[in-house]
């Protein structure tokens, strides 16, 4: 069935907001300024040599789940950007509202379709500047504004307050020294060889993530740190919500705490979209071709650790469990084969999905989808009903995902669909079979 994105129309209070304060001649003169000063070659290349061919339409998840055409990726380009440019910028604020529904909650960015455009047309890339002008013209989904405001007023996306931020770090330490007396979580070592880095749901309401990140570095016997200040905070929706200038501000005081530290590396715990953000964007906006200081994601950092020897395996995990590769560092890093050498290294019985590395499904939640909030729940759990299937026929009952927004969309699948699969990060299976010297 063919719908509409008129048919789909969902209110969300941003985007109302937004397109009341609007008219043609404001949207113009704004679609026209961004178009001047931030379309470049890139744009122009990627609409001027689409030859509408389809092949994108079976890589999407949105499509494959919906089968209908209006979901395929050259369907949210022809619906969005080519009437902008079509119009020159002159269409009506209720066409701005379309546009920020399709872009911001109908794609997840996950350049998973780039891979399958004979002419590698990289619609993440057009939906991102989509969301760029519906961002200028103040038409955002409010749950991912709120997210983006929260982080530019305090620095995190959660509120977290200064000495809440130590206080849980303390907090975390004391709990693990009950394990492992010697134990220490170190704040502000300059000099350090790595500074570990988080986002803020952890200290907010994941903490068992951060002990059990102590308690590997503390085992593997490394020279480590966090930083006590702002910068500390790793997540970045103001890259999905197309407010460049704040994720530019993020990445910057994240950049700065660790060139402030001088540390030799950035470890980023088990996140996808925080890696995107340091890794390729805010750098990259922030004018650097590469970064000031090296960044790594756990999967590279655990990885490191296992063939090193600096920790060992006391016992495998035991299996069967299965893979999700997460599209911000399998599609966006390769990092597909060391992850898996890392889950064969801790894990008994891997059952890969079907397809998967950089061809397997997204989990709907990245991009920023999940952060738009409850309007756009059904949306984004409808819509990937073709990963639900793919967890299904694994069989198994465990499935290992390293990032956090993978976590939180199939979680809301997993539910739905009643698979009775458990979620599983890389820190929880090394922390629970690895040898734990010194520990009570
Ligand atoms: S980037 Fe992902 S969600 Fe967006 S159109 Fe392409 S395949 Fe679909
Ligand atoms: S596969 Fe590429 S060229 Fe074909 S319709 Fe999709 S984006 Fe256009």
């Known amino acids: 069935m063919t719908t509409t994105i008129a048919d789909r129309r969902i209110e969300d209070a941003g985007l109302e907001a937004g397109i009341a304060r609007l008219t043609p001649e404001k949207i113009q003169k704004t679609i026209l300024a961004v178009l001047e000063g931030e379309g470049g070659a890139r744009l122009k290349t990627y609409v001027e040599t689409c030859v509408r061919c389809g092949m994108c339409a079976k890589a999407c998840h949105y499509y494959m789940s919906h089968k209908d055409p209006s979901y395929a990726p050259v369907a949210k380009v022809r619906q969005t950007m080519w009437e902008i440019l079509k119009h020159k910028g002159l269409v009506s604020p209720e066409f701005i509202h379309q546009c920020a529904q399709i872009a911001y909650t109908e794609c997840n960015l996950c350049r998973r379709c780039m891979h399958y455009c004979p002419l590698g047309i990289d619609t993440a890339y057009i939906m991102s500047f989509v969301r760029r002008i519906c961002h200028k013209l103040g038409v955002t989904p409010q749950y991912i504004q709120d997210t983006a405001h929260?982080?530019?007023?305090?620095?995190?996306?959660?509120?977290?307050?200064?000495?809440?931020?130590?206080?849980?770090?303390?907090?975390?330490?004391?709990?693990?020294?009950?394990?492992?007396?010697?134990?220490?979580?170190?704040?502000?070592?300059?000099?350090?060889?790595?500074?570990?880095?988080?986002?803020?749901?952890?200290?907010?309401?994941?903490?068992?993530?951060?002990?059990?990140?102590?308690?590997?570095?503390?085992?593997?016997?490394?020279?480590?740190?966090?930083?006590?200040?702002?910068?500390?905070?790793?997540?970045?929706?103001?890259?999905?919500?197309?407010?460049?200038?704040?994720?530019?501000?993020?990445?910057?005081?994240?950049?700065?705490?660790?060139?402030?530290?001088?540390?030799?590396?950035?470890?980023?715990?088990?996140?996808?979209?925080?890696?995107r953000a340091i890794y390729d964007v805010g750098n990259r906006w922030l004018g650097w071709g590469m970064h000031p200081v090296p960044v790594v994601h756990s999967i590279e950092f655990f990885w490191d650790l296992l063939n090193s020897g600096?920790?060992?395996?006391?016992?495998?995990?035991?299996?069967?469990?299965?893979?999700?590769?997460?599209?911000?560092?399998?599609?966006?890093?390769?990092?597909?084969?060391?992850?898996?050498?890392?889950?064969?290294?801790?894990?008994?019985?891997?059952?890969?999905?079907?397809?998967?590395?950089?061809?397997?499904?997204?989990?709907?939640?990245?991009?920023?989808?999940?952060?738009?909030?409850?309007?756009?729940?059904?949306?984004?759990?409808?819509?990937?009903?073709?990963?639900?299937?793919?967890?299904?026929?694994?069989?198994?009952?465990?499935?290992?995902?390293?990032?956090?927004?993978?976590?939180?969309?199939?979680?809301?699948?997993?539910?739905?669909?009643?698979?009775?699969?458990?979620?599983?990060?890389?820190?929880?299976?090394?922390?629970?079979?690895?040898?734990?010297?010194?520990?009570?």
């Open 310 to 440: 600096k920790i060992r395996m006391a016992k495998k995990y035991p299996g069967p469990v299965t893979i999700h590769d997460p599209c911000n560092v399998i599609r966006g890093r390769g990092l597909m084969d060391k992850l898996r050498e890392v889950v064969h290294a801790i894990c008994d019985g891997v059952v890969e999905m079907t397809p998967n590395r950089e061809h397997n499904y997204c989990c709907c939640a990245g991009g920023g989808v999940i952060n738009c909030g409850p309007p756009f729940k059904n949306v984004r759990i409808v819509g990937n009903s073709v990963k639900a299937d793919q967890l299904k026929a694994t069989g198994v009952k465990t499935c290992i995902a390293p990032c956090h927004n993978c976590h939180g969309g199939l979680e809301d699948i997993i539910h739905k669909y009643g698979l009775g699969i458990e979620l599983k990060f890389l820190g929880d299976i090394i922390y629970e079979c690895m040898e734990k010297k010194g520990a009570s």
């Open 150 to 275: 929260s982080h530019s007023a305090t620095m995190n996306q959660m509120w977290v307050k200064d000495d809440e931020w130590i206080d849980t770090l303390k907090w975390q330490e004391d709990e693990a020294r009950d394990e492992m007396p010697e134990l220490r979580i170190p704040l502000e070592v300059e000099g350090a060889d790595f500074m570990y880095s988080v986002i803020a749901p952890e200290p907010k309401f994941r903490t068992q993530l951060i002990y059990q990140a102590a308690f590997i570095f503390n085992q593997a016997g490394l020279n480590w740190t966090m930083p006590a200040t702002p910068g500390w905070d790793n997540s970045n929706m103001a890259m999905f919500s197309g407010d460049m200038e704040i994720m530019g501000r993020v990445e910057m005081a994240h950049f700065e705490a660790a060139q402030r530290l001088r540390v030799k590396r950035i470890v980023m715990g088990e996140c996808g979209h925080a890696f």
